[in-house]
């Protein structure tokens, strides 16, 4: 048997938002598997009711505003993904962003870079479902 350790300080810095699509953040639709806190509630769709709105003076003003951390504001023209104005591992909700703190299981699949053909892949790390500490799978799951 051969064990393969993979060192990736980005993953260790990422949690694995489990059955949730990345590209599915934002886009206008509920997506109940998206709906966690650390997406910023589906970016948003899954929001019922805003209360306090994005106002213009607060685009661009060199702070997250978490009234315009939407798509409908470009996250708040990134600055709440800015590393310099913000923390992004609690503010950064963009799904385009780098410095997002989450990642869906096929974008980990990508980072981790192993085929899993032939291969036992056991995977601790933090995922959104508090209950599951870790996965292992062989060969990767198919959809």
Partial sequence: MEIVKIANANLRKKKII???DSSKIGNKQCDLECRHPITGND????DELMLVRCQRRMLGNGRCDPECNFPEYSWDQGECCN???TDVTTNCIDPQSPFRPYIGIEEYKRMLNVSNEDALTISFVEWSNGDLIGLSTFPWEKH
């Fill in 43 to 46: 970016g948003g769709d899954c």
């Fill in 18 to 20: 489990f059955g949730c």
């Fill in 83 to 85: 590393k310099t104005l």
